[in-house]
């Protein structure tokens, strides 16, 4: 055009910044608006402000502004528009404040801008103030409402809106579908679903992928399901969302079965499943998922590799955890609060106090759950002064404890029987930290108070406190009225707990062994006869190890593992070695009416010893054994690992219910109290 010396006019430009791809290409346009005068146009002006703001770039933009020598609604809505997608609060009031004539269009666009950046209150006057409201007014402000999580009173302006007699569209009714969802409000829900049906929108595929996901958030699982069912136009949305309903209605198979039949699959896809597999605890098929994952070439993300490691942390598969973590590494993924937290946690619980620091001093941004993270897990390694001095290096730091923070520290004074400092921590967590005391708080102190012997103590806690106490905090003064041998208060608790709680097996073992210490046999087999009425079965002893990437699991005298002729031979060998060392069976835990011999035999295989003798021979040295197990280990297998480990030079490391125990050259990390 230029070079047939035809003359752009201020139509021209325009068009040209309409097409300009980059800043470069529309700053040279820019050169010859200047060059040519047509600055001054108001079409061209215009176009150049929409042009700058839509790149970003609002310093050019308002230079073009303040230089225009006409201003018209364009230009001033122009400007506006771009502060506001600028999230540029302040600059957009100066405009607004400042416009000759408000436009309805300005008003709703200042009301998006402060529901964007949570200034609800503002918005809701600005609403008040207008002359003229339109449908964009109302939808703005509901969804102003949706997403500062003010659900009822953004539900609340969509009934005035309805009773003013203004007409819906999608925006609105998606805001209200998600409102809904997030208040589990299937009664409006359903109203929002009717009124979609009566103005004729509710074939739109993003309305349909709401309602699936409302009904589901609801509980409905079956509207959910009929919605998606007779939908004609499915996109991957309407796939996930009917997924996500199943799983959170418990219906995995179901969940599964749509999975494996999806026209195509998105990391969501993936992400859900794997999550609700975790969430779920089937923790098996949480991992060849993840494996399948891996085949199909799905890149993970930040939520499945956190449901993943939550797995691994359950199955004690450590080899696959820290595959993840170097997968992490490798592909450069962002450390976040959340997937680091998850790292912390999954390496102190199965032991790896080492790695779980590493991961945490290379993580720059700690929120206070990582914290909570370390110091717990530091406690439950045993390493209680470490624990306590990262507390301190955390207030050091800034990061106010919340109530968690201190469910840790109290845990590690009562690991190490800190009376003194618990009671300290306690009172500085309600003075210093303002922090209400809850009953965990209350159960830690009990539990500290209960296993220095401090029995009575322990029990007037437990009458004083402002909550009534729950099933675990008795449960402490029970264990430790067993620990301590006071069989009058250990009886007489341990019938209340039965009272309050018949199904729980650990309690009606406790009391049975309380019993049994003191040769009660008929309250022994009174318990028993209480457990078969109530239907009340005994957890039995289960202990997990690694090796070679498998997972094992122990049984208490479990005779079905493929290797068991070589375990039944390490198990003899341990018996000899440990006889040399001067091994004699602690039988008092064996609550059975039966002679010496047999309560011997019967300790010989528990699941930890098998899994221990499955270490000896599977794992070679100098790895450690580590070991998973779902109840508290006994004093006779925590005798014997303190042997072996001494007797066959190997570190064994035992997760049970409480703590982890580090066995080293014969002694524990727990210092034989626990």
Same mark, same amino acid.
């Given at each position: 055009?230029?070079?047939?010396?035809?003359?752009?006019?201020?139509?021209?430009?325009?068009?040209?910044?309409?097409?300009?791809?980059?800043?470069?290409?529309?700053?040279?346009?820019?050169?010859?608006?200047?060059?040519?005068?047509?600055?001054?146009?108001?079409?061209?002006?215009?176009?150049?402000?929409?042009?700058?703001?839509?790149?970003?770039?609002?310093?050019?933009?308002?230079?073009?502004?303040?230089?225009?020598?006409?201003?018209?609604?364009?230009?001033?809505?122009?400007?506006?528009?771009?502060?506001?997608?600028?999230?540029?609060?302040?600059?957009?009031?100066?405009?607004?404040?400042?416009?000759?004539?408000?436009?309805?269009?300005?008003?709703?666009?200042?009301?998006?801008?402060?529901?964007?950046?949570?200034?609800?209150?503002?918005?809701?006057?600005?609403?008040?103030?207008?002359?003229?409201?339109?449908?964009?007014?109302?939808?703005?402000?509901?969804?102003? /409402?949706?997403?500062?999580?003010?659900?009822?009173?953004?539900?609340?302006?969509?009934?005035?809106?309805?009773?003013?007699?203004?007409?819906?569209?999608?925006?609105?009714?998606?805001?209200?579908?998600?409102?809904?969802?997030?208040?589990?409000?299937?009664?409006?829900?359903?109203?929002?679903?009717?009124?979609?049906?009566?103005?004729?929108?509710?074939? /739109?595929?993003?309305?349909?992928?709401?309602?699936?996901?409302?009904?589901?958030?609801?509980?409905?699982?079956?509207?959910?399901?009929?919605?998606?069912?007779?939908?004609?136009?499915?996109?991957?949305?309407?796939?996930?969302?009917?997924?996500?309903?199943?799983?959170?209605?418990?219906?995995?198979?179901?969940?599964?079965?749509?999975?494996?039949?999806?026209?195509?699959?998105?990391?969501?896809?993936?992400?859900?499943?794997?999550?609700? /597999?975790?969430?779920?605890?089937?923790?098996?098929?949480?991992?060849?998922?993840?494996?399948?994952?891996?085949?199909?070439?799905?890149?993970?993300?930040?939520?499945?590799?956190?449901?993943?490691?939550?797995?691994?942390?359950?199955?004690?598969?450590?080899?696959?955890?820290?595959?993840?973590?170097?997968?992490?590494?490798?592909?450069? %993924?962002?450390?976040?609060?959340?997937?680091?937290?998850?790292?912390?946690? %999954?390496?102190?619980?199965?032991?790896?106090?080492?790695?779980?620091?590493?991961?945490?001093?290379?993580?720059?941004?700690?929120?206070?759950?990582?914290?909570?993270?370390?110091?717990?897990?530091?406690?439950?390694?045993?390493?209680?002064?470490?624990?306590?001095?990262?507390?301190?290096? %955390?207030?050091?730091?800034?990061?106010?404890?919340?109530?968690?923070?201190?469910?840790?520290?109290?845990?590690?004074?009562?690991?190490?029987?800190?009376?003194?400092?618990?009671?300290?921590?306690?009172?500085?967590?309600?003075?210093?930290?303002?922090?209400?005391?809850?009953?965990?708080?209350?159960?830690?102190?009990?539990?500290?108070?209960?296993?220095?012997?401090?029995?009575?103590?322990?029990?007037?806690?437990?009458?004083?406190?402002?909550?009534?106490?729950?099933?675990?905090?008795?449960?402490?003064?029970?264990?430790?009225?067993?620990?301590?041998?006071?069989?009058?208060?250990?009886?007489?608790?341990?019938?209340?707990?039965?009272?309050?709680?018949?199904?729980?097996?650990?309690?009606?073992?406790?009391?049975?062994?309380?019993?049994?210490?003191?040769?009660?046999?008929?309250?022994?087999?009174?318990?028993?006869?209480?457990?078969?009425?109530?239907?009340?079965?005994?957890?039995?002893?289960?202990? %997990?190890?690694?090796?070679?990437?498998?997972?094992?699991?122990?049984?208490?005298?479990?005779?079905?593992?493929?290797?068991?002729?070589?375990?039944?031979?390490?198990?003899?060998?341990?018996?000899?070695?440990?006889?040399?060392?001067? /091994?004699?069976?602690?039988?008092?835990?064996?609550?059975?009416?039966?002679?010496?011999?047999?309560?011997?035999?019967?300790?010989?295989?528990?699941?930890?010893?098998?899994?221990?003798?499955?270490?000896?021979?599977?794992?070679?040295?100098?790895?450690?054994?580590?070991?998973?197990?779902?109840?508290?280990?006994?004093?006779?297998?925590?005798?014997?690992?303190?042997?072996?480990?001494?007797?066959?030079?190997?570190?064994?490391?035992?997760?049970?219910?409480?703590?982890?125990?580090?066995?080293?050259?014969?002694?524990?990390?727990?210092?034989?109290?626990?």
């Amino acid at each position: 055009m230029l070079l047939d010396n035809v003359s752009p006019d201020n139509y021209t430009y325009p068009l040209l910044f309409q097409a300009s791809a980059s800043q470069f290409e529309g700053k040279l346009i820019h050169g010859h608006v200047l060059h040519l005068g047509f600055d001054c146009d108001v079409y061209v002006s215009n176009t150049l402000i929409i042009f700058y703001a839509g790149i970003d770039s609002m310093r050019d933009a308002r230079k073009v502004f303040d230089e225009c020598t006409v201003l018209d609604s364009v230009t001033w809505n122009s400007i506006l528009a771009g502060y506001v997608q600028a999230g540029d609060v302040k600059e957009a009031m100066w405009v607004y404040d400042h416009m000759p004539e408000r436009s309805v269009i300005a008003s709703n666009s200042m009301i998006v801008l402060f529901g964007k950046k949570g200034s609800v209150s503002e918005a809701h006057r600005l609403f008040d103030r207008m002359a003229e409201r339109d449908l964009v007014s109302w939808s703005a402000l509901i969804s102003c /409402y949706e997403q500062n999580g003010m659900y009822e009173e953004g539900l609340s302006v969509f009934v005035k809106m309805i009773v003013s007699g203004i007409m819906v569209d999608k925006v609105v009714i998606l805001s209200v579908l998600s409102s809904c969802a997030q208040l589990s409000d299937v009664r409006m829900g359903k109203l929002t679903h009717a009124l979609s049906v009566k103005v004729g929108i509710e074939s /739109y595929v993003n309305l349909r992928n709401a309602l699936i996901n409302m009904y589901s958030k609801c509980g409905e699982v079956k509207s959910a399901e009929l919605l998606f069912n007779s939908g004609q136009c499915l996109d991957l949305i309407s796939w996930n969302s009917m997924i996500s309903g199943y799983l959170r209605g418990g219906l995995v198979a179901q969940a599964r079965a749509l999975f494996d039949i999806m026209p195509e699959k998105d990391i969501v896809s993936w992400s859900t499943m794997i999550s609700g /597999y975790a969430q779920d605890d089937k923790f098996l098929e949480t991992l060849d998922l993840f494996q399948e994952m891996q085949i199909q070439g799905v890149r993970p993300d930040e939520t499945t590799l956190v449901s993943v490691l939550s797995a691994c942390t359950h199955m004690a598969a450590l080899e696959q955890g820290k595959w993840i973590h170097a997968y992490i590494k490798k592909n450069g %993924m962002k450390m976040n609060v959340f997937l680091g937290t998850t790292l912390i946690d %999954m390496y102190m619980k199965l032991g790896c106090v080492e790695n779980a620091l590493e991961v945490f001093n290379g993580i720059d941004e700690k929120g206070v759950s990582t914290w909570n993270a370390l110091i717990s897990g530091l406690t439950m390694n045993g390493s209680v002064d470490k624990s306590l001095e990262t507390f301190l290096e %955390m207030e050091k730091y800034g990061v106010a404890p919340n109530e968690i923070t201190f469910v840790a520290v109290l845990g590690a004074c009562r690991q190490m029987g800190l009376v003194d400092e618990g009671k300290n921590y306690f009172s500085s967590m309600l003075r210093d930290y303002r922090i209400e005391a809850n009953v965990k708080h209350y159960g830690c102190m009990v539990d500290l108070l209960g296993r220095a012997g401090r029995l009575k103590e322990a029990e007037e806690l437990i009458e004083s406190m402002p909550m009534a106490p729950d099933v675990a905090t008795w449960g402490a003064l029970l264990g430790a009225c067993k620990k301590h041998g006071d069989n009058q208060m250990g009886a007489r608790v341990g019938k209340k707990l039965v009272e309050l709680q018949p199904d729980h097996d650990g309690f009606h073992v406790l009391l049975s062994n309380i019993y049994a210490s003191k040769g009660n046999w008929e309250g022994v087999h009174e318990i028993r006869e209480t457990m078969t009425k109530n239907r009340v079965h005994k957890t039995p002893g289960c202990s %997990m190890i690694e090796a070679d990437g498998t997972v094992h699991e122990f049984l208490a005298g479990d005779k079905t593992h493929p290797k068991i002729n070589e375990i039944e031979n390490m198990l003899d060998e341990m018996a000899k070695k440990l006889k040399m060392a001067g /091994y004699a069976p602690d039988i008092n835990d064996v609550s059975f009416d039966i002679d010496q011999e047999e309560k011997e035999t019967s300790l010989s295989r528990h699941s930890e010893k098998l899994a221990i003798a499955f270490g000896l021979v599977n794992i070679p040295a100098p790895m450690p054994i580590r070991i998973m197990k779902n109840l508290r280990i006994c004093n006779d297998c925590h005798s014997v690992a303190k042997l072996v480990s001494k007797a066959f030079d190997r570190e064994i490391v035992v997760r049970d219910r409480h703590l982890f125990h580090h066995f080293k050259q014969g002694s524990c990390s727990c210092k034989d109290y626990w």
